[in-house]
């Protein structure tokens, strides 16, 4: 999940009501969502619970990506706003691995969870 999140930020080709700063905010919005849902994955029935979540996730990033490629190639102004997000993004991609590792170590990573999250 997390190639095809960064993925979104890096295929750009024409032009939509979509920025890519708009889809910027809307990827680190996806990941903070799916940081949380990791977050409350403590034991098989809570990641069970997750999975419909994560799913969806996925797929909003999925059609993310697909958007982003309608989009121009990014200006000077596109990086720099994009610029802004990078903290954001790399804190929340950081935990994201922080918790599919302590799932991994915990023995919770069930085949669904693994499909979901493309490990």
Known sequence: ?????????????AP?????Q????ELVSILSETEIQLRSCTDEHSVEAAIPQLLQLKERAT??????????EP?????LAAEQLISDFNT????IEQHITRLQ?????SPELKSVLHL
């Open 16 to 20: 939509t009501t979509d920025t890519h």
């Open 22 to 25: 708009s889809l910027a905010i």
């Open 105 to 109: 170590q915990q023995n919770l990573v």
């Open 63 to 72: 059609q993310l990506k697909e958007r982003q490629k309608s989009l121009p």
């Open 75 to 79: 200006t000077v102004q596109d990086f």
């Open 1 to 13: 999940m997390t190639a095809t999140c960064c993925m979104a930020m890096a295929e750009p080709t």
């Open 92 to 95: 929340l991609a950081q935990a």
